[in-house]
């Protein structure tokens, strides 16, 4: 099996900046890409910044978010900056994700963490 575990999130003042971090565990045999959702009061979820071949950002947060992985540790970070209140939400890591059980191996499936949430407040 495979599981996602988030950490990082928290109560951050408007223009401070935070870390959110997600490691992959279980006997992965390949990532096929890691990315960051979240999801407001209300609101639908949404795509904030997406790591695969190339990296994509939600126009809301280009230029103060930055997705990174660290392959070796099957990780991926969001590195929030200039964070604004209306970042507030409850934050996903969503993955695609192969791996063996036993003599079987299968498929990548997606894959979600247990969110963690950001809160920009003063």
């Known amino acids: 099996q495979v599981q996602l575990v988030e950490s990082g999130g928290g109560l951050v003042q408007p223009g401070g900046s935070l870390r959110l971090s997600c490691a992959a565990s279980?006997?992965?045999?390949?990532?096929?890409?890691m990315d960051w959702y979240r999801q407001a009061p209300g609101k639908q979820r949404e795509l904030v910044a997406a790591?695969?071949?190339?990296?994509n950002y939600a126009d809301s947060v280009k230029g103060r978010f930055t997705i990174s992985r660290d392959n070796a540790k099957n990780t991926v970070y969001l590195q929030m900056n200039s964070l604004k209140p209306e970042d507030t939400a409850v934050y996903y890591c969503?993955?695609?994700?192969?791996?063996?059980?036993?003599?079987?191996?299968?498929?990548?499936?997606?894959?979600w963490g247990q969110g963690t949430q950001v809160t920009v407040s003063s």
């Open positions: 969503h993955a695609e994700i192969s791996y063996c059980s036993g003599y079987v191996c299968y498929d990548p499936r997606e894959y």
């Open positions: 279980g006997s992965i045999t390949g990532i096929y890409a």
């Open positions: 790591s695969g071949r190339s990296t």
